[in-house]
């Protein structure tokens, strides 16, 4: 199984700052990695796949890059809604494995 | 606008069985990619299975934790995706979510409000 590391674990920032949160994958996932927020009570929402293609509706704040094995997902001036927790997910091949979460907390 | 609204979730005994069901609108789960994802309290999200299409042979994969316990089928008249859950385990608590792989971008893009699975004595 293809093992998905994401980095930091927790995250402290302010609105209006800018966040960077990374994933690494086991194995070569080329650009099959997707990006969704999760809020608590709520269902994840994909924000960013293909690696950096940004989903229909979704902020342009929220940005991605890398391929292979190394990936950034960026939050630009971060908003109140921002907070949440992140994960990755690879989309390469099953099983479909997610990071183990970012969680995104307010300073 | 496409939508799956997922139903079944209760309580469990440990050893038991549960059905959930994901039913679909304005599209065909017949010709969609189906996963199931789950959370458990305080977990991260863990993608537990895909039903694949039709045209691709409805092939059907399962993460190893719940490989021989689990089974996900499908009743196209009803356009309803099942996840069969036999020997439950306390590691089955969470909540399920259904949702749709879009194969253009390999990524869900369509998930349920999820179902609540809570296996306990």
Not at chain 2, 39 to 57: C, D, I, S, T, Y
Not at chain 2, 83 to 103: H, Q
Request: hydrophobic share 40%; net charge negative.
């Amino acid at each position: 199984d293809i093992q998905m590391t994401q980095s930091p674990s927790f995250l402290s920032a302010s609105v209006g700052d800018r966040v960077t949160i990374t994933c690494r994958a086991s194995l070569n996932i080329r650009a099959f990695l997707s990006w969704y927020q999760k809020k608590p009570g709520t269902a994840p929402k994909l924000l960013l796949y293909s690696a950096s293609a940004l989903e229909s509706g979704v902020p342009s704040r929220f940005s991605a890059s890398g391929s292979g094995t190394d990936f950034t997902l960026t939050i630009d001036n971060l908003q109140p809604e921002d907070f949440a927790t992140y994960y990755c997910q690879q989309g390469f091949i099953a099983p479909y494995t997610f990071g183990q979460g970012t969680k995104l907390e307010t300073k | 606008e496409a939508q799956v609204v997922e139903s079944g979730g209760g309580l469990a005994m440990p050893g038991g069985f549960l059905r959930l069901s994901c039913a679909a609108s304005e599209f065909l789960v017949e010709t969609a990619w189906m996963n199931w994802v789950r959370q458990a309290p305080g977990k991260g999200l863990e993608w537990v299975g895909l039903m694949k299409p039709r045209a691709h042979g409805d092939t059907i994969e399962y993460a190893s934790a719940v490989e021989g316990r689990f089974i996900i089928s499908r009743d196209d008249s009803k356009n309803t995706l099942y996840l069969d859950m036999y020997l439950l385990g306390i590691e089955d608590t969470g909540v399920y979510y259904c949702t749709t792989m879009n194969r253009l971008k390999f990524a869900s893009d369509i998930w349920g409000q999820g179902t609540m699975v809570a296996v306990s004595s």
